[in-house]
């Protein structure tokens, strides 16, 4: 941090491929002008895998890595090509449009350590949270389970994890309009329950079954209200009740996550 561009440059050593010319340390800002997206995309998905992969491992429960995912927005140079590029919020009759274009950018975040495993973004206009979410997970680890807001209560989403089988789960919070039927009792709060997929997913997605299994807990923290969460860890001895539940409030940490990366 004390030092200046052209000391870290000079400290580097670089030369021109296939060329025995050092490389002046202006010259190395004017390529960095030049660099464009793909050394950057290849970097982040370098250190992502290793170094994101590595503390997933390290900080996991019962041979899971803890993973987050979640939508934020990043504000991008005011520029009329980012605006046509990325849009932003609708103009507001008091307070116009948005001071900046904005970026949607949804993450997979192992959220234990806070590092970014994988990234996807779009315009604000244009596209879809869920439609980037589809997208990244495809770059979800095996063994891992995956702890999401009830905005991803989408049975399309959630058996798409599960149909990548490699033993990934999905942990999430129910909503007031989720119905289901109970198939059997496992304890106290602990429920097998089967879920209808809509006949409007199944034609969007032939591939996806009528039904849909899962398990849903019912607890209650002290001084809140009753929740239920539904997941695919289905077997109560494997991952007890009371850890589930406990674990589901780990989900906060991606918000803390991006905080830290924006800031």
Known sequence: VSRSMKE???SLDLALPGKNLDVAASAVTQARKRLGEAPLEWLFRLTG???GLRSARTHDWRGLSVL???MSTLRVPDSQENRDTFGGQSPDAKRGASGYPLVRMVSMMVLRSHLVLATRVGPWKGSSEISLARELIEDMPEDALMILDRGYLNWAF???IERRQGNRHWLTRASKRTNWKVISHQGTGDFIIELKVSSKARKMDPSLPETLWCRALHYQ?????PQVILTSLL?????PA???AKLYHERWEIELGFGEVKT
């Open 49 to 51: 895998n290793i170094w």
């Open 242 to 244: 009371q850890e589930v």
């Open 68 to 70: 987050g995912m979640d």
């Open 221 to 225: 923290r002290k001084g809140f209200q």
């Open 235 to 239: 077997s109560p001895s494997e991952f």
């Open 158 to 160: 959630l058996s798409g």
């Open 8 to 10: 870290l440059v000079t």
